[in-house]
Each structure stands twice: as structure tokens, then as C-alpha cells.
């Protein structure tokens, strides 16, 4: 998990540079009150004074190249802290299976690797400003100190009122500056969802209420935004009156003691300009507000890192013809059983129908077929090796998954297809599924931009068909063939049940003209396995006809 420290640590050799140039800039300020002080003695006594002018000139003009190379090693280092994040972040995301990426809404994850990232990055420049904007505060107590010890009791009588205001900030702050993020993510994730189910709103005619819907909570974060200027507000008018403060405490003192000659009038001025740096403490309210919410952006960061991946092993498939089994198979969604002590044994080279009412667990048992999740209890396995044990590599070879509502990824229509893959083998798993008749009809054909083809559900299906076609062992399809009309699905149909490379397909379907062509039909009820046999046999039982009368009511009859 990425917690706030290595976000820090990630600033690399920039936070060094940021601490020097800091470092720099900071002796700088606390020298030039004492140089000047100097000057005005010399001025006053009528000393040469050419020489503290000339140093005055070249601490100025160090303070100004350290702002200089403060504010760009400040902003490299936020910039490669944010890429760095954000890569770890969506590696993270693709890396997490569907089903525990789920807590997590895509429009929240987008928030969180958008806008959190950003704002989490700026930890290690948040460290290093907090700690360097204590050194000029310090290094004016030394120096009143110096010049008299009486002076530095009076800058601390105000400093420490200064000091309470910070850290009821710095409380304040935090619980708002979470809050806040927290609302964002929760709007932006409704809008994402909003936004893919556009089309069905519109149908719906539930476009105002879907509105409401989103912006519901904008109510809450336009409260909490308040709170935070509230807070910001509260802490700048309590500074504001700190502040003075001290300059008054220290300059009330001063003038004692230069009525008393204890101190020059150069020293009144320095003291008077480093009481003025120690009133800075007030100006500390903007450093800890960006440290407050770096911190909160890590924490936001590091839930998303804190679900684990998904762990692959390193064993390859042995030779077989593709033999699923699921041994003692449970699947749990809180306290909702979802499969109960599953136990199959699929066949290889079989075409395996999945049928069953809705919720009654097809798509888990196709998701775990495909790994797609893994099972609370029981194992799965492929030619008698565990999914769990095989390499990336060797899993995605050997299986292939296409599903109801498929999500082309891409730049263009080849890429959906297969990335990166060899285009022959693109257009044979195109043709397979009978992708190639409408790809070949498109303006560019296979190098057509997905964002300028407009595809029908059947279509979506068909490319989806096609991206999952090369695998060598196991076909696991979700309903992959539902929006295809009746004729393209009889071809894709017969293309699966004479698959002449002798691979295991798993089909969840609610067709019976589908499990009719399967060589073997697993019944599902309510989680657990009612039934597996042929069709046929299957058909006889009333029960299992009710589950394609509520699937089709235009009654479908396949014997």
C-alpha cells in the first residue's frame, strides 16, 4: 500500500534541492534585518557604510534565486510525484479484479487517479515547506535572543498564541478537506454511471430525475466547501489579530530598551523586522491547508492500493483437452451466498450450455471459469491444473471470455479485435464470429476509429466474440450472443458446436435453441448445481422448461 511517506519520499533528488534553496533563501531573510540594522548604525554614526549596502544587495539577490529555484524544483517535483502516482494507480486498477474494483465506482476511480493523484503528490514538497517555514520563526527567536534575551520572551509571549491557532487549523482542516474529496468522488462516480447508461435514461425519459440523482450530493459539497473556507476564514482573522501581536510585543519591549541605550537604533530595526518575520507564523495556514489535503489525497489514494491484486503463479498448461472442474466451489457477496459447494466436471472439447433464472449464478460460475474473480472456498481447475497456479500469460492464452455488453478498447477496429496481434489472425477470428462481413463494409475497414463506427448491440457482440476466438483451451461466453439476430446467431452457434480446434466452451444462455446444440447443460438454482445432463433429457422436467418460458415468453419449444 502507498502511504503518505513513500508518496513523500517519491520527490527523489528535487526535495533536496527544494530543501537547499529553501535553506538558502531562509538564512537570507533572517540575515538582511541584522545587515540592516548594521547600515542604519553606520548611517546614524556617520561610518562608512558602503560595504553593508553591498551585502544587503547580494542577500536580496540570493533571496530572490532561491524563490527562483524553490518554485521550479517545487513544481518538477509535483509533476513527477503526480505521473509516478498515477501510472502505479491505473496499473493498480487493471491489475484488481472486476469484482473487487467493484466497491469503487469508475467515476471515483477516475476522481481518485485525476484529482487525488495530484493532490497526494504534493506530500513531499508539503513536508519539506512545513518544515522550513519553521526555521524562519526560530531563527528570529535566536537572534532577539541575541540581541536580547528580553526581546525573544516578548516574540514568544505572541508566538505561542500564534502557535495555538495553527494547530486547531491543522485539526479543522483535515476532517473537512477529507469530507470534501470524499463528496467529489461520490458525484463523479453517479455521473459515470449516468454518462454509460445515457442511452436507457433517455428512453426512460428519466432525464430530470437522473439529474437530481447526480447532483444530490452537490448540496453536501457545497456545504463542506464552506466549512472549509470557514475554517480558512476563522484561522486567517485569528492569525491576523496573532500576528500584531507579536510585532507589538516585540517593539513595545525594544523601545524600552533603547530609551534605556541597552540596544542601538539599528538593533530596534532588526528586532522590529524579525518580529514581522515570526508573525509569518500566521501566513503557515496555507502550507498546512496543502499538507492537509496531500494527506487526505493519500489516504484516498491508498484505499484503491490497499485492495490487492489479482496473484498469478508460474506454471504453464500441461497438454489436455480442456477439462473444467470445480471442486467444493463457494462464492459469497457479503452475506449473500452467490454458488454453494459447487462440484463439476466439465468435459474438454465439450460445448457446455450454463442455463438457469436470473440470479441464480451463471455469470459468477462464468466469471470464475475465466478467473475473472476467485472463489471464497474450493478450487477450479483447467486440465487438472488449479487457474490459481497458472502465469498471466499461460491463463490468458489458454482462455478466452466474451460477455452481454462488451467494452472495446482501442483506437481502431483491429485493436478491439486483438492489440498488438498479427492482422491475419485478426481477420480469421473476425470471419469466425461473422465480424468480417460489416468490418469490411466500414470506411477503412479494419483500421476504422472505434469512435467513428456506430455498431449495433449484435455487432458489439460479434467484435467481442471475435477478440475472444484465439484462445486454445476454454471459450467462456456471458450471454455473449443475446443482441445477435436469429439467423447470425444459428451461424455462431454452429461455428461453436463444430469447433474444429476441439476447445471446452462454456455458454451462459437463456436460449433454448442455445443449450439444445450443447453437447452437456449445467442447470443452476439459486446458487447450487440442480441438474447436468443432455438437453433432451433435461427438457422432460417441467421446472427446467419454466426457466426459458420466463426467459422467452413468446415460447420458444426446442425438445
Known sequence: ?????????????????????????????????????????????????????????????????????????????????????????????????????????????????????????????????????????????????????????????????????????????????????????????????????????????????????????????????????????????????????VLVSVLATGGLLLVDRQISAGELFAAGQYAVIGAGLGSLTGIFARLARARAGSRRVGEVFAVGPVRYGVRDLPDGPGRLEFRGVTVRAGDTVLLAAVDLDLPGGAAVAVVGRSGAGKSVLAGLAARLRDPDHGTVRLDGTPLTDLSHAALRRAVGCAFERPVLVGTAVADAIG?????????????????????????????????????????????????????????????????????????????????????TRLIVTHRAATAARADLVVWLCDGRVRAVGPHAELWRRPAYRAVFAAAEPSGESVP
Request: net charge positive.
Open 1 to 245: 500500500m502507498t502511504t503518505f511517506g513513500a508518496i513523500a519520499r517519491r520527490g527523489g533528488g528535487w526535495l533536496p534541492v527544494l530543501g537547499a534553496a529553501t535553506l538558502a533563501g531562509t538564512l537570507a531573510t533572517l540575515g538582511l534585518p541584522t545587515v540592516l540594522g548594521r547600515t542604519v548604525d553606520a548611517l546614524v554614526a556617520g561610518a562608512p557604510s558602503g560595504g553593508w549596502i553591498a551585502l544587503v544587495a547580494g542577500l536580496i539577490a540570493v533571496g530572490i534565486a532561491s524563490d527562483l529555484a524553490e518554485t521550479y524544483a517545487s513544481a518538477v517535483s509535483v509533476a513527477g510525484t503526480t505521473a509516478w502516482l498515477r501510472e502505479r494507480l491505473v496499473r493498480h486498477v487493471l491489475a484488481v479484479s472486476p469484482d473487487a474494483s467493484r466497491r469503487f465506482g469508475a467515476g471515483d476511480l477516475v476522481s481518485r487517479v485525476s484529482g487525488n493523484a495530484a493532490e497526494a503528490a504534493q506530500a513531499g514538497v508539503g513536508v519539506v515547506s512545513a518544515v522550513a517555514s519553521v526555521l524562519p520563526p526560530l531563527g528570529s527567536l535566536l537572534l532577539l535572543a541575541y540581541i536580547d534575551p528580553r526581546l525573544a520572551v516578548a516574540f514568544l509571549a505572541g508566538a505561542a498564541l500564534c502557535g495555538v491557532v495553527l494547530r486547531a487549523f491543522a485539526r479543522r482542516t483535515a476532517a473537512v478537506v477529507t469530507d470534501y474529496q470524499r463528496t467529489q468522488g461520490l458525484i463523479a462516480g453517479r455521473l459515470a454511471e449516468s454518462l454509460s447508461g445515457r442511452r436507457t435514461v433517455a428512453a426512460a425519459g428519466t432525464l430530470d430525475r437522473e439529474r437530481n440523482r447526480v447532483l444530490e450530493p452537490l448540496a453536501d459539497l457545497h456545504a463542506q466547501g464552506r466549512r472549509m473556507w470557514a475554517v480558512l476564514a476563522r484561522s486567517v482573522a485569528e492569525a491576523t489579530v496573532a500576528g500584531p501581536l
Open 419 to 503: 492489440p498488438a496481434v498479427d492482422r491475419r489472425r485478426v481477420r480469421a477470428a473476425a470471419r469466425a464470429t461473422h465480424a468480417h462481413e460489416f468490418v469490411s463494409r466500414l470506411p477503412l475497414g479494419y483500421d476504422t476509429p472505434l469512435t467513428e463506427v456506430p455498431l449495433s448491440g449484435g455487432e458489439l457482440q460479434r467484435l467481442g466474440l471475435a477478440r475472444a476466438w484465439p484462445a486454445d483451451r476454454l471459450l467462456v461466453l456471458d450471454d455473449a450472443t443475446s443482441s445477435l439476430d436469429m439467423v447470425t446467431e444459428m451461424q455462431i452457434g454452429h461455428t461453436l458446436t463444430d469447433d474444429h480446434r476441439g476447445r
